[in-house]
């Protein structure tokens, strides 16, 4: 099986060039519905008077057009069903339009993911609820695993002036194909007892200390936060390997393949390439692609650009 890296909408390329049940993992951090663009940073050098380098926009209008194709193609009339009450309640606003964009991208994910297979969408706090109901209609309610808190750092700096409780956490939400059979390495699923540690009357496990939903460990920290951090590839919204290697060792098997479908800078296909598992990466973004591409200099893949009809150009 060969690696990918898709250069296009990743709607066309889910339909037109992933087929059914071939997935065995899927990790997507789409856009926030933040309503602000992002930058690529450090892409010019200090004092040059220069903006930094655009690396995607996370911007939403309604788009009534988008909103009717998607009602009239009807693929999933249970989860058109629930949209519907969705723009209905929102009154077509900007989130409105970003859980449009969203719903039919979640069919065809629920489409390639194998019968054993997992899905982690990561998302904001602001959006995981409207979210949570399309996934539990498409992937049915017995069918959702966890959600996970993930804490992306301390709270220092700017997150400070927030006139409100600082918000210092994302949301993954865990669902599977089949609640009855699907990928978990449950030894994969602890950290190592601290040097030295012993249990009050014995009976540790020897595996060391279960991991909960709760995410937060310095080593998981986003590499914004952490000042000296080499893994910071410029893009605003990476997410540091060691998260991504944590959820590609659990729910995928050496061999297997993990597909990311908004990839940003490519952080899920190292993880992936790194555990022995196959890849596919999609993003819109040149200035992702480019990125990527850059992180992934030596791997072996194959790279195509998709066009609008889903054709390679």
Same mark, same amino acid.
């Given at each position: 099986?060969?690696?990918?890296?898709?250069?296009?909408?990743?709607?066309?390329?889910?339909?037109?060039?992933?087929?059914?049940?071939?997935?065995?993992?899927?990790?997507?951090?789409?856009?926030?519905?933040?309503?602000?663009?992002?930058?690529?940073?450090?892409?010019?050098p200090p004092g040059s008077g220069k903006p930094e380098t655009p690396a995607f926009a996370d911007v939403w209008a309604w788009d009534e057009e988008a909103y009717e194709a998607f009602r009239k193609e009807d693929a999933c009339?249970?989860?058109?069903?629930?949209?519907?009450?969705?723009?209905?309640?929102?009154?077509?606003?900007?989130?409105?339009?970003?859980?449009?964009?969203?719903?039919?991208?979640?069919?065809?994910?629920?489409?390639?993911?194998?019968?054993?297979?997992?899905?982690?969408?990561?998302?904001?706090?602001?959006?995981s609820h409207y979210l949570k109901i399309l996934l539990d209609v498409l992937f049915r309610p017995e069918n959702f695993r966890r959600e996970i808190v993930w804490r992306s750092g301390w709270v220092s700096g700017f997150k400070?002036?927030? #006139?409100?409780?600082?918000?210092?956490?994302?949301?993954?939400?865990?669902?599977?194909?089949?609640?009855?059979?699907?990928?978990?390495?449950?030894?994969?699923?602890?950290?190592?007892?601290?040097?030295?540690?012993?249990?009050?009357?014995?009976?540790?496990?020897?595996?060391?200390?279960?991991?909960?939903?709760?995410?937060?460990?310095?080593?998981?920290?986003?590499?914004?936060?952490?000042?000296?951090?080499?893994?910071?590839?410029?893009?605003?919204?990476?997410?540091?390997?060691?998260?991504?290697?944590?959820?590609?060792?659990?729910?995928?098997?050496?061999?297997?393949?993990?597909?990311?479908?908004?990839?940003?800078?490519?952080?899920?296909?190292?993880?992936? #390439?790194?555990?022995?598992?196959?890849?596919?990466?999609?993003?819109?973004?040149?200035?992702?692609?480019?990125?990527?591409? #850059?992180?992934?200099?030596?791997?072996?893949?194959?790279? #195509?650009?998709?066009?609008?009809?889903?054709?390679?150009?």
């Open positions: 099986m060969d690696n990918f890296l898709y250069h296009g909408d990743n709607l066309i390329v889910l339909r037109e060039h992933i087929p059914d049940d071939s997935i065995a993992l899927v990790y997507l951090d789409p856009p926030f519905a933040s309503q602000r663009d992002y930058l690529l940073l450090g892409t010019t009339s249970p989860l058109t069903a629930a949209l519907t009450a969705l723009v209905e309640a929102r009154k077509r606003d900007s989130l409105a339009a970003y859980l449009v964009m969203m719903a039919p991208r979640l069919i065809e994910l629920r489409r390639v993911l194998s019968p054993t297979g997992s899905l982690y969408l990561h998302c904001a706090p602001a959006a400070t002036r927030a #006139q409100n409780w600082v918000r210092n956490h994302d949301i993954l939400l865990y669902y599977v194909r089949d609640q009855r059979h699907f990928t978990f390495h449950t030894e994969a699923r602890f950290r190592p007892h601290p040097s030295g540690y012993t249990r009050r009357g014995g009976g540790a496990s020897p595996f060391g200390i279960a991991i909960d939903d709760v995410w937060d460990e310095p080593a998981l920290y986003s590499p914004w936060i952490k000042s000296f951090s080499r893994e910071k590839c410029g893009y605003a919204t990476q997410k540091p390997l060691a998260l991504l290697d944590r959820i590609v060792r659990v729910s995928s098997s050496p061999g297997d393949c993990v597909l990311d479908p908004f990839c940003g800078g490519g952080t899920t296909l190292l993880a992936a #390439q790194a555990l022995g598992r196959h890849w596919i990466g999609i993003d819109y973004s040149a200035q992702a692609i480019s990125l990527s591409r #850059q992180r992934l200099a030596g791997i072996d893949y194959k790279f #195509q650009e998709i066009g609008e009809r889903g054709k390679t150009e």
